[in-house]
């Protein structure tokens, strides 16, 4: 890591990603000289804490960003696409968590254990995209195994927890988990278009005229995107669960050639950033409940498909707060800082 000590700005500080973020660039000691939380009018007079220090949440605004060295986004696509070329032209390099900028040719998108080189791409606009969070678990599983085998199909069903729509999304669970076992009133849903206490939502953002839903399309466009494999085909159900931290994926891979369980297991035990857990004789595979907290992606159920020519299917968990988001962005800001900056 560089000796340099960088000015660091977290847009969207008081939310569940940022905060994040923050704890991140702490623990692993990321050279922050300043950090700059940044925020709404609504979080003024708040702070957010950043190792033993609790800072001052600021205003964003378009003179956020004078002296800032690498600008972490994470406050929604309408405020990146109006504030990261802002942030871009007065010096620094955007990291983006949102999707506005996930499938523009000029900007990288990135996830550092699968395309570290694309980092370099970061100086046509000075703004490198964070994949969404179900795309950057998978494709971590998914590209050591494609390099062994080529994957030509992906068939991916996602159980998303609430965290993945925010804190008010966490707190409307929590409230309707309450209401469900005790006589107060049910709140109506705010944040989802059913109750999600004890339901499963299969639509995560608008559809389009194909059925496919928002959440759908960044899975089948992202990954191709990340691992360099335009040919590459995935279908795609993405599916909300009352669940507060950590994604769950069930993935089917069709494969250009032959690998066994036995093969996959070495291959993603040998690989960075994941952790196999798959012993079913001892109930032993990734859950949720295990992944809070946690930096690697977790596999398990590795087994045969045997519905088509060598056929794999597996089982990922990954806590999307941290390397679904902050914990990604936060390792493209070490090799900005390491190669680049």
Excluded at 127 to 136: H, K, L, M
Excluded at 144 to 168: C, F, M, N, W
Excluded at 197 to 214: L, M
Aim: aromatic share 4%; hydrophobic share 45%; net charge negative.
């Amino acid at each position: 890591m560089s000796e340099k000590q960088y000015t660091v700005a977290i847009v969207g500080a008081t939310g569940a990603v940022g905060g994040e973020m923050a704890s991140i660039l702490s623990e692993r000691a990321f050279p922050v000289g300043r950090l700059v939380p940044l925020a709404s009018a609504n979080s003024l007079g708040k702070e957010i804490c950043f190792g033993q220090q609790r800072l001052p949440v600021e205003v964003l605004g378009p003179d956020s960003f004078d002296g800032v060295d690498i600008a972490l986004f994470s406050a929604g696509g309408e405020i990146s696409r109006e504030f990261a070329p802002i942030a871009a032209r007065a010096g620094a390099v955007v990291i983006d968590n949102t999707s506005a900028f996930r499938m523009d040719e000029d900007v990288p998108l990135v996830i550092p254990e699968v395309n570290p080189e694309d980092i370099a791409l970061f100086t046509q606009r000075r703004i490198i995209a964070n994949p969404n969070c179900s795309t950057i678990q998978m494709v971590l599983v998914l590209a050591p195994l494609h390099a062994r085998a080529h994957i030509k199909r992906v068939v991916v069903d996602t159980y998303q927890s609430v965290s993945g729509a925010g804190l008010e999304a966490m707190e409307e669970l929590s409230q309707q988990s309450v209401g469900m076992f005790s006589s107060a009133e049910m709140p109506e849903p705010k944040v989802f278009s059913h109750r999600i206490a004890f339901n499963c939502i299969p639509q995560i953002g608008p559809v389009g005229s194909d059925g496919i839903s928002e959440e759908e399309r960044k899975l089948v466009l992202e990954t191709p995107k990340i691992m360099h494999a335009p040919d590459l085909r995935v279908a795609a159900t993405a599916v909300r669960v009352p669940v507060f931290c950590a994604h769950s994926e069930a993935i089917h891979l069709e494969l250009a050639e032959p690998l066994s369980p036995e093969q996959a297991r070495e291959i993603l035990n040998t690989s960075s950033g994941i952790e196999v857990v798959d012993d079913v004789e001892q109930s032993r595979f990734p859950m949720a409940i295990d992944a809070v907290g946690k930096d690697p992606v977790f596999v398990g159920r590795i087994r045969r498909d045997a519905t088509v020519a060598n056929g794999l299917s597996l089982w990922i968990v990954s806590d999307n707060l941290r390397k679904g988001a902050a914990l990604n962005a936060v390792q493209i800001a070490e090799v900005l800082v390491r190669e680049y900056v």
